[in-house]
């Protein structure tokens, strides 16, 4: 049956009259898992479209009013008076057709209504989808009559969608238990694409928001409605940042449209307050989501431009301050709950993790907590800020040095005539240091910082007990250990640990002292000598009595006491206020005051006077070295008379004890009327005997003083007490060219000092009363000019041997024409062992120059056991063989060829490898001394026993090759004459023997070398010859591989070469594996590899003899295949019969049986069977 779009529509129509029979609830649905069958019923709001700006379409523009507020406008105060309002706000704007419509399944089920006819009816008339054929009737129906299009529906209910969501939030709460799920449900109730729900939903979470910046009062229960906000919008990290960004630029906007910019500087103005709680939200937000740094950083930044270009840094600032009271009522409330025990640390924790305070935020909070309740507990108020008075002339600029002074004297009476205040009563309550302790522990403060703020609470009143304590006792009032112990008490009255109360000691001393010396200053100022000499003797008692008190302390730190409290540098210090000119002008005066004069005019310091002047100096900062100055100017004048008075008495001539004695005593008197110290007396007197020595140098003939001049300097040394050892400087400045000169006069013209020479020598050096130092350095001083010429001959000949004429002018810059030596011929000699010029002769002069003159010098530096033979005691007995220990010298060389520089060290070596050369290859009477003087002339050059050492052994290098080639080639190896040899060779020449020996290995390595590469290379060698050379290495010690040289291929070839003719003629079976071992191992092959060449060689010849059989088979010579079978078995006998072989049956089967019937006569049958066995396997002929 057809139905006629009128009757359907009317059918439609009228069914849609009836309200209940349309009305289909989306507040009822199922939010629990279909076994609960749970059922939460939503409130029915009528919602109505928001106009967004995604889904705001022109004409919805046009019709609304110009006039209409901002959401943000109608949001008052919190978030979910902004969601109201924003729901109002969407009211106003509903379109007709969803005032008439409220389902929002109804309305979408309505865009059917566009579809043709048929496929509605055809809807409309199943029994399940009764509701849906009954909503399209409907909506046909209003269609009809109102004229509105399917795009119109699906628009309307996107614009509602917004409105349910916030309606819902404002219904259940965004803490409500299903209400994430209850928002998720809209999506599908509006039919809403999920992008543009999520920006909906982004939407809605702004405007809540904006509701709660709108408040200006925070409070930390935001934070978590924010967190449940996000969670029941479901929103993840980069739409909360959008929702952030899109708040901040509405608020903004909307706030400044009435405050300007200017008044939102003022940190108390209502919406700055908003704008910085804006801040605290969302970088709450932000953090609480773990957002990474660099999103934080972008998304906060974004914010924080948003609301007015404020930077980063200036946004988080702002951020914090909105944080810290909140933590800052948090630690009140831990201090007035410390009792109760219900807070702890972990709940400090959590409050800074939820408010984003950081650990150096925390802390400085912390200790200023602390620092409050270390003053309530000692029953004081919290401290203000105090405003800083205004000083109206303050910048009035003070013009003269006169106003500045009277500014500050003013200044000073003012606070002299303050009256000191009285706080003895101030002190902890009762159980304040349990509290204290307590609220440490909670704010986890260490003991530093605890003790830092009661020392900051309770130092003022500690101090002032402490400054009129010590006032009393610089009076005389209170002796020092009462004075210490009033101190003491007020110390644990307040709490005060030791190390705060020496820092505050030392400021307390220095003040008390301060005090005299400023007032003792003024009088100096003014050359007031009487008051300043008695003042600083008062304070000089001052200084002791506060050294006494804090001796009953016990204190180390004062055991220095005016390095503790004197310190001129520094300006805290009790003499840091003085400046230099006033602390040497105080002392000065001082000084004068304590020289006493007698009736007679002289002048004299007592002990006691002495002993007030070290003491002053430590307080006034001037220096020991300063105060000798002092005393050196006031009196030096008065010991220079006296002493220059004794000397020139003593060198007129005639010096006897009676007259020594009485300028002693003058000189004595002086020192002990002044005090005079020690160093002072000889500063002065250092100078007269100088003076004196030079003056008898001049007057002696040949500048040699004689024995009176001598005996006289003598007596001046007594009478200056000046010890010979002080004055041996300027004796050898004095007399050291006269001592030079008589060397030279007993070297003679031989060069060397006879023994004769040597007293005179001696005697001559104590008359000059030169050193044993400095006569040792005139001495060598004297032997290095007469030394010099001899090297410089030695290296020039060396140069003229072994250099060409164009070498030798290069290298000295002169032209050498034809010149000839000694021998008569011209310079040919080369750099190498043998020369033809000799100038042995002259190194030997050298060599004897030195020795004989003693200019080696030799140290024991140990000792070593040497076996010595005793004769018997009796005769007939037997000689007996002790051990002794000898010391063991080593000889060191002052003057040396190189050290003077007339040769370098190149030449050196040179001249050295020459002498043992020649000492080497000399065969005259001489060979034995050269020998015996290698060393020495080494040492004389300069050269070190290394290096000597490296020239001998490059010599015994070439030696060695020579010699040992030469024996090696005519005698196959070294025999014990040949050994005995080279030893004398390795002593001659100063090789050691560990250098000797592996010189003699390295040449019978190169030899041993040189061996195997003409053998290998010269062809194919025979087994023989590989066996003698292998074997003769093997005597010699010698590893193929590492010392020979040979490479592992090379290795491998020699075994393959020497096994294979054994292998071939049956001489080498499988039972000869001792064998083929001692092979293998002699050529330093593993076992791996032996195994290796053998089966490669096998398995080659094999296959040989396998063609060998089957092409004599295929030409009828039969005997001849079954000799080559015979070897084939004996092959396959090394790899018990796997041979690897691929062989055609019938050839296999042909070969076996000739095999089999040849002539076993003769044979064991144990072995023809074993011989069967191993062909059949490697012919592969089956069973």
């Given at each position: ?18 309200a ?6 989306p ?9 609960t ?7 029915t ?6 106009s ?8 919805n ?20 008076e ?11 704007t ?49 269609v009809?009559?109102?004229g ?15 409105s349910a ?32 729900f999520t920006?909906?939903k ?11 910046a709108?408040?200006?009062l ?21 739409q909360?940042g ?8 509405t608020?903004?906007?909307?706030v400044t449209r009435?405050?300007?910019?200017e ?15 804006m801040l ?6 932000f ?49 007035s709950k410390?009792e ?35 003053r309530?507990?000692l ?17 009035k600029r003070?013009?003269?040095?006169a ?21 003895s ?7 304040a240091?349990?509290?204290?302790s ?36 610089i009076?005389g009032?209170?002796?020092?250990a ?6 003491q008490?007020?110390?644990k ?5 030791d ?9 307390i ?46 204190w ?6 005016e ?19 006033d ?7 001082f000084?004068q ?8 005019g ?27 100055n ?7 004048p008065?010991?220079?008379s ?33 005090q005079?110290?020690?160093?002072m ?9 100088n ?6 140098s ?5 500048g ?9 300097l003598?007596s ?8 010979m050892?002080?004055?041996y400087?300027?004796?050898?400045n004095?007399?050291g ?7 030279k ?12 020479f ?5 005697d001559l ?6 050193s ?15 030394m ?6 030695i ?27 000694k021998?008569g ?5 080369k ?8 100038i ?6 050298l060599?004897?120059?030195?020795v ?6 030799k140290s ?11 004769p ?5 007995g ?12 080593e ?9 003077l520089?007339?040769?370098?060290e ?6 050295y ?8 290859t ?5 060979a ?12 004389i ?5 290394e ?9 015994g290098?070439?030696?060695?090759d ?18 005995m ?21 390295d ?8 061996e ?46 020497e096994?294979?003719p ?31 060449v053998?089966a ?5 010849r ?21 000799e ?18 691929e062989?055609?049956?019938s ?37």
């Amino acid at each position: 049956m057809k139905f006629s779009a009128i009757a359907f529509a009317t059918v439609v129509a009228s069914s849609a009259s009836t309200a209940s029979a349309f009305t289909v609830s989306p507040g009822v649905v199922n939010l629990s898992p279909a076994s609960t069958q749970r059922t939460v019923a939503f409130p029915t709001t009528a919602t109505q479209p928001r106009s967004s700006r995604a889904f705001i379409s022109s004409r919805n523009v046009a019709s609304s009013s110009s006039s209409s507020p901002t959401s943000l406008n109608l949001a008052g105060g919190g978030g979910t008076e902004a969601l109201q309002d924003y729901i109002t706000s969407l009211s106003t704007t509903a379109s007709p057709l969803v005032t008439k419509m409220k389902n929002p399944k109804l309305i979408k089920l309505a865009g059917v209504a566009a579809v043709p006819l048929s496929y509605a009816l055809g809807a409309a008339m199943t029994p399940s989808r009764r509701l849906a054929a009954r909503a399209v009737g409907g909506v046909v129906a209003a269609v009809t009559a109102g004229g509105v299009g399917k795009n119109a529906v699906e628009e309307d209910v996107r614009r509602s969608c917004p409105s349910a969501i916030a309606s819902r939030l404002v219904e259940l709460g965004v803490d409500g238990d299903f209400v994430s799920d209850g928002i998720d449900r809209l999506k599908e109730d509006y039919g809403v694409e999920e992008e543009d729900f999520t920006t909906m939903k982004t939407e809605v979470y702004s405007v809540y928001l904006v509701g709660m910046a709108k408040n200006p009062l925070a409070k930390t229960a935001e934070l978590k409605e924010l967190s449940n906000l996000r969670e029941a919008l479901s929103l993840d990290n980069m739409q909360v940042g959008q929702a952030h960004a899109d708040a901040a630029k509405t608020f903004y906007r909307d706030v400044t449209r009435f405050t300007s910019v200017e008044e939102l500087d003022d940190e108390d103005h209502p919406d700055r307050v908003s704008l910085d709680k804006m801040l605290f939200l969302t970088e709450r937000a932000f953090r609480q989501g773990k957002e990474t740094d660099e999103a934080f950083t972008f998304e906060f930044s974004r914010v924080a431009k948003a609301l007015g270009e404020l930077s980063m840094s200036e946004a988080l600032e702002r951020a914090k301050d909105v944080a810290r009271p909140f933590y800052e009522r948090a630690l009140a409330s831990t201090r007035s709950k410390l009792e109760s025990g219900a807070v702890n640390s972990d709940m400090l924790r959590r409050a800074r993790v939820t408010l984003g305070i950081t650990d150096e935020e925390a802390k400085e909070m912390h200790v200023e907590s602390f620092a409050q309740e270390v003053r309530s507990q000692l029953g004081l108020p919290d401290e203000e800020e105090e405003e800083d008075e205004i000083d109206i002339n303050q910048d009035k600029r003070v013009e003269t040095v006169a106003e500045i002074e009277a500014k500050m004297q003013k200044m000073k009476e003012e606070a002299a005539s303050k009256p000191v205040e009285d706080t003895s009563a101030i002190k902890f309550k009762d159980g304040a240091f349990d509290q204290l302790s307590k609220l440490q522990e909670v704010l986890g403060l260490n003991d530093e910082d605890a003790d830092y703020e009661v020392a900051a609470a309770t130092e003022r009143y500690w101090r002032n007990t402490a400054l009129q304590t010590l006032d009393d006792a610089i009076a005389g009032t209170k002796d020092p250990a009462k004075a210490w112990g009033i101190i003491q008490s007020r110390q644990k009255e307040l709490f005060l640990k030791d190390s705060s109360m020496k820092s505050m000691m030392t400021s307390i001393i220095m003040q008390s002292l301060g005090k005299p010396l400023e007032k003792v200053n003024t009088f100096a100022r003014v050359n007031n000598a009487a008051a300043t000499y008695d003042g600083l003797i008062d304070a000089i008692a001052a200084k002791e009595t506060c050294k006494d008190v804090l001796k009953e302390a016990g204190w180390s730190e004062f055991e220095d006491f005016e390095k503790a409290c004197f310190d001129p540098f520094d300006k805290a210090s009790a003499c840091g206020f003085l400046t230099n000119m006033d602390r040497h002008n105080m002392y000065q005066i001082f000084f004068q005051r304590s020289v006493k004069v007698d009736e007679e005019g002289g002048k004299s310091i007592s002990d006691e006077a002495k002993a007030r002047m070290k003491e002053l100096r430590g307080m006034l900062g001037i220096s020991d070295e300063e105060g000798e100055n002092q005393i050196r100017n006031f009196f030096g004048p008065e010991l220079q008379s006296v002493l220059v008075a004794a000397v020139e008495e003593v060198t007129r001539g005639n010096t006897t004890d009676v007259l020594l004695q009485n300028m002693k005593d003058k000189i004595g008197s002086v020192i002990s009327n002044f005090q005079l110290e020690d160093e002072m007396v000889r500063s002065y007197a250092g100078p007269l005997y100088n003076r004196a020595v030079e003056q008898i140098s001049s007057t002696a003939p040949g500048g040699i003083p004689s024995k009176d001049q001598v005996e006289t300097l003598a007596s001046l040394r007594e009478l200056l007490s000046i010890a010979m050892e002080d004055v041996y400087e300027v004796h050898s400045n004095t007399f050291g060219s006269q001592y030079n000169k008589g060397i030279k006069e007993a070297l003679g013209t031989t060069g060397v000092i006879r023994e004769e020479f040597r007293a005179p020598l001696e005697d001559l050096k104590s008359r000059l009363g030169v050193s044993d130092q400095a006569a040792k350095d005139i001495y060598l001083e004297a032997l290095s000019e007469r030394m010099k010429p001899m090297i410089e001959y030695i290296s020039n000949e060396m140069e003229r041997l072994v250099l060409t004429n164009d070498q030798l002018a290069q290298k000295r810059g002169d032209d050498y024409g034809e010149d000839y030596f000694k021998s008569g011929q011209k310079a040919s000699g080369k750099l190498g062992l043998g020369t033809d010029g000799n100038i042995m002769s002259d190194i030997m002069n050298l060599i004897d120059f030195y020795v004989e003159n003693d200019i080696v010098e030799k140290s024991a530096v140990g000792t070593k056991k040497v076996e010595k033979k005793v004769p018997a005691d009796e005769e007939g007995g037997e000689e007996k063989t002790i051990t002794v220990e000898e010391p063991v010298y080593e000889s060191a060389y002052p003057i040396t060829a190189m050290g003077l520089q007339c040769i370098d060290e190149k030449v050196a070596e040179l001249c050295y490898r020459q002498f043992v050369v020649s000492s080497f290859t000399d065969q005259s009477p001489n060979a034995a001394r050269y020998e015996a003087s290698k060393a020495t002339f080494g040492g004389i050059l300069g050269l070190t026993a290394e290096k000597m050492e490296e020239i001998g052994s490059n010599i015994g290098g070439m030696v060695y090759d020579n010699y040992i080639t030469q024996s090696m080639s005519t005698k196959g190896a070294l025999d014990q004459q040949d050994m005995m040899f080279l030893a004398n060779i390795q002593g001659k020449l100063g090789i050691s023997a560990e250098k000797g020996e592996q010189m003699m290995l390295d040449t019978q390595k190169k030899i041993i070398s040189e061996e195997a590469s003409a053998l290998l290379d010269a062809g194919s060698p025979t087994p023989e010859q590989i066996k003698a050379f292998r074997e003769k290495c093997n005597s010699m010690g010698l590893d193929l591989e590492t010392d020979v040289g040979l490479s592992k291929s090379r290795l491998v070839s020699m075994f393959s070469m020497e096994i294979t003719p054994g292998i071939d003629s049956g001489d080498i079976t499988i039972e000869s594996a001792e064998q083929l071992q001692e092979i293998q191992e002699s050529l330093g092959l593993s076992e791996e590899e032996g195994e290796e060449v053998i089966a490669t060689l096998i398995q080659e010849r094999a296959n040989g003899v396998l063609a060998d059989v089957v092409g004599c088979m295929l030409r009828g010579m039969d005997a001849v295949a079954v000799e080559s079978m015979e070897v084939l078995v004996q092959y396959a006998a090394f790899v018990d019969g796997d041979l690897g072989f691929e062989v055609e049956e019938s050839n296999a089967n042909k070969a076996y049986n000739m095999f089999e019937n040849k002539d076993w006569s003769g044979v064991d049958e144990e072995e023809v069977e074993r011989q069967k066995a191993l062909l059949k396997k490697a012919l592969g002929v089956s069973a």
